[in-house]
């Protein structure tokens, strides 16, 4: 990258117009070459006009001007922060509550429907049978049933699938980022 840059590709590169480069130029915010150009030490320039100085305007800045600045500011950052969870989200490192509730709630409902069944399905299954330890294993069985569908529950891959739908994604997008990132 080159050392300074046109008014238009340093807007670009800190998020503004060209006119709001010139403007901040002009106000003495940032510097130009005697080409126009803009050095990229401008952009600590640039971020020391937003620091607050003794509550008031940054220095050269309007009121104005500044909340504008900042709210753009917290704009930007609070799209990256979102964009940060998304990320986490789809490796699995970050899950959302609603998301566990959804898929755990689901899961502990297909499990409770097992279990309620399982007194209808033992009666018809032991009708006629008196022997208790043949009855204790039928139920048992039952049970165990239940529970295991419970501990086959893939809640990662759900929960990463949820994500994948939130970002407009599938997995195959996915498995094209794994391929490229190891050719890369």
């Known amino acids: 990258m080159a050392n300074s840059l046109s008014a238009n590709d340093f807007g670009v590169l800190i998020g503004v ?5 010139r403007e901040l130029r002009d106000r003495g915010v940032l510097t130009s070459d005697e080409r126009g150009r803009f050095p990229l030490s401008n952009v600590t320039a640039y971020c020391a ?32 922060e979102a964009r940060e969870i998304l990320n ?22 297909a499990v409770r429907a097992k279990l309620l069944a399982v007194p209808g399905t033992a009666a018809a299954r032991l009708q ?14 039952l049970v165990e049933n239940a529970l295991a569908e419970l501990a086959q529950t893939e809640v990662v891959g759900t929960v990463k699938d949820r994500a994948r739908k939130r970002a ?8 094209l980022d794994d391929e490229s990132a190891v050719a890369g």
Request: without cysteine.
């Open 17 to 21: 117009s060209e006119r709001r480069v």
């Open 49 to 80: 006009h937003f620091r607050p100085s003794e509550g008031k305007a940054s220095a050269g800045g309007s009121e104005a001007g500044s909340t504008l600045d900042a709210a753009r500011i917290r704009l930007v950052s609070a799209q990256a």
């Open 88 to 109: 986490a989200q789809l490796r699995g490192e970050v899950v959302l509550a609603e998301d566990v509730e959804i898929i755990v709630g689901g899961t502990f409902d």
């Open 128 to 141: 006629g049978v008196t022997d208790q330890v043949v009855v204790r294993a039928e139920i048992a069985g």
């Open 168 to 175: 407009g994604r599938d997995a195959a997008d996915d498995a």
